[in-house]
C-alpha cells in the first residue's frame, strides 16, 4: 500500500476498481470483554484477505463514536499531547520537518492505574485515546477471530500467543484444558509491559515543495491494520496477482495502483446513522503465518 496525501500522480499508474459492500460488524455480549464485536460475513471477509489483501467492515455506532470523535479532531489531538497523557497509555510524538508528524500509542501495561495526571484535570480527550484504541483492537480481534474460524485455530490461543497482554489477561485463563485450546499450550503474558497494539496518528503536511514522498510504498509490518478514511485521498494499494503459498515465497502484485479509499467512500453510502466505514489491511505477519495465502 501507498499513502499519497496530495492526491497528486506520482509517476506509478492509477486504476479505480469497482466499490464493494463492506462487512457488518455486530456487538455482542460477553462478561469478559468491553466491546466484543464479530462479523456478519466472516467467511467473506476472509476470502477477501485471501484475493485482495484487504477488505471494508462497517463499524456500529457505538463502538464507532470515539473513532468519529478522533477523526473530527484530526490535527488537534496532535497539539495536546501534554493533556492527553493516561496512566494506561504510552505516548511518543515525532515531526519530520516538512513531511508529516506522528503521535504513537501504545498501553503501557499499568491500565488499573489511578487517573491522576499529577494535578492535571483529566480532560475529555485524555479517556478519548483509549477508548478509540480499545475500540480498533475489538474490530482487530473481529477480524482475526473470523480468521481463526475458517483456519480452525483456537481463538483464546491466538489471543495469547499473537495478541495484545489485555487480550490474553481475560480471555483466555491459565487453567484452559488442552480440549479447550485445541491441544495448544498457552502461557499469559508478563504483566507490566506495552502492549503490542500500537495506534498512530498521522498529519501529512502536503508540502508541495517538498520531494520526499510522505509515504513510501510499504507492507504493514503486524497481523492486521485497521484504517479511518483519510480527511485526504491518498491511500493506494496494488492488488495481489498470485499468493506466495510457502515459506519464503513473496506473493506477486499487479503493476496498477489503486484506489482503496473510492471503496470506502462507496461503502459509507451503505452505512446505517452513526456506522463508520473501516479498512481492514492483512499485515506480513499474518501473511507469514497463512504461509502466503493472505498476501500483506
Not at 499519497?4 to 506509478?12: A, C, D, M, Q, Y
Not at 456500529?60 to 499531547?81: D, W
Not at 496512566?87 to 500509542?105: C, F, G, I, M, W
Not at 446513522?273 to 493472505?294: C, F, K
Request: proline fraction near 7%.
Amino acid at each position: 500500500s501507498l499513502r499519497k496525501p496530495t492526491g497528486k500522480p506520482i509517476g506509478k499508474p492509477m486504476v479505480m476498481f469497482p466499490p464493494r459492500c463492506g462487512h457488518r460488524l455486530e456487538l455482542i455480549q460477553d462478561p469478559q470483554l468491553s466491546n466484543h464485536c464479530r462479523l456478519q460475513t466472516p467467511e467473506l471477509f476472509v476470502a477477501e484477505l485471501t484475493s485482495l489483501g484487504f477488505s471494508v467492515v462497517l463499524c456500529p455506532e457505538r463502538l464507532a463514536a470515539p473513532i468519529a470523535r478522533a477523526m473530527r479532531l484530526g490535527q488537534s489531538l496532535l497539539r495536546e499531547v501534554d493533556l492527553l497523557q493516561s496512566p494506561e497509555l504510552s505516548l511518543a510524538y515525532k515531526n519530520q520537518t516538512d513531511l508529516k508528524e506522528r503521535l504513537q500509542v501504545r498501553r503501557s501495561g499499568n491500565a488499573r492505574a489511578s487517573h491522576s495526571l499529577s494535578g492535571k484535570e483529566v480532560t475529555e480527550n485524555s479517556q478519548l485515546l483509549p477508548a478509540t484504541m480499545s475500540a480498533l483492537e475489538s474490530v482487530a480481534c473481529a477480524a482475526m477471530e473470523a480468521w481463526c474460524d475458517r483456519e480452525g485455530f483456537p481463538v483464546p490461543v491466538a489471543r495469547q500467543q499473537f495478541g495484545d497482554s489485555s487480550f490474553a489477561a481475560v480471555a483466555c485463563l491459565p487453567d484452559l484444558s488442552l480440549q479447550e485450546t485445541g491441544g495448544y499450550t498457552t502461557a499469559l503474558h508478563a504483566q507490566g509491559q506495552k502492549g503490542k497494539s500500537v495506534l498512530n496518528l498521522y498529519h501529512y503536511f502536503n508540502d508541495e515543495t517538498c520531494s520526499e514522498e510522505p509515504c513510501r510504498e510499504h507492507a504493514d509490518p503486524g497481523l492486521v491494520t485497521v484504517l479511518c478514511r483519510s480527511s485526504t485521498t491518498g491511500l493506494e494499494v496494488r492488488l495481489p496477482s498470485k499468493p506466495g503459498g510457502k515459506p519464503g515465497v513473496r506473493a506477486e502484485y499487479e503493476e496498477e495502483w489503486r484506489d482503496v479509499e473510492a471503496i470506502m467512500d462507496s461503502c459509507s453510502l451503505e452505512c446505517s446513522p452513526g456506522e463508520v466505514p473501516l479498512l481492514v489491511i492483512a499485515g506480513e505477519t499474518l501473511e507469514r503465518l497463512s504461509a502466503g495465502l493472505h498476501p500483506a
